[in-house]
């Protein structure tokens, strides 16, 4: 599922139109996390971002921090290599080696939805994280207003590459049963291009005239 073609506009999946391209705009979205991180932890430490992509997000972290990453697509960091201080290990997380650890903070921006077993997930996390370290997440909340109009067509609903749909409650309720405590939460934007608002919203509307906007809009400035 997460060959090159998934972050490179495979109309076959939902996916990206150009995902190295549309860095600049992931940079955007990350900067805030970065930042809320640093607060929590201005000393800096170690840091495991889970699902790391190109590296983006831990780029952005101050050097006193030891970066590193975990990629399932060895095609992406191939193609793209990381920036520099930063660590990738391919492979699924699941695999990751424990005697890497402990972190001062581990993160799963948008991460937790591509995995079948979400418990695995937070229990490895918990077991990786320092006393007092901090776990990040940003996942789709299916009980959002934004999700219950859209209904069967909320665009987090895409499997095989999302796996599992979490609620604030619950995904609350299971933080708490792999031994964290929530202590903060919000809804956030995103930054993203015009062209992969339309490249997406073809699959939600597969009308020809949502198509043509798609494909115009990969060409375009505008996009």
């Known amino acids: 599922h997460y060959a090159l073609d998934y972050f490179k506009g495979n109309p076959e999946k939902f996916c990206y139109v150009d995902y190295c391209a549309e860095e600049v705009f992931n940079l955007e979205t990350f900067k805030p996390k970065a930042a809320a991180l640093e607060r929590r932890h201005p000393s800096g430490g170690r840091i495991l971002d ?18 590193r990453g975990v990629e399932l697509s060895a095609e992406l960091v191939d ?7 930063v660590d990738i290990w391919v492979g699924r997380f699941e695999d990751y ?63 095989p590459t999302h796996l599992t749909y979490f609620t604030r409650s619950s995904l609350t309720r299971l933080l708490g049963e792999c031994g964290f405590s929530v202590e903060e939460g919000s809804y956030e934007g995103k930054w993203v291009p015009l062209s992969l608002c339309f490249f997406r919203l073809s699959y939600i509307l597969p009308w020809s005239i949502v198509r043509a906007a798609a494909d115009w809009s990969k060409e375009s400035a505008l996009g």
């Open 50 to 67: 889970v699902g790391c992509a190109t590296g983006g997000f831990l780029s952005l972290m101050s050097p006193s921090w030891e970066k």
């Open 79 to 85: 193609n793209s290599p990381p920036p520099s201080g």
């Open 97 to 159: 080696p424990e005697s890497l650890g402990p972190f001062d903070a581990v993160t799963l921006w948008d991460a937790l939805d591509h995995v079948a077993e979400p418990r695995a997930v937070l229990e490895k996390a918990r077991r990786l994280i320092k006393p007092g370290g901090t776990l990040g997440i940003t996942q789709g909340d299916r009980s959002s207003l934004f999700a219950k109009l859209l209904g069967r067509r909320w665009h987090i609903y895409i499997p």
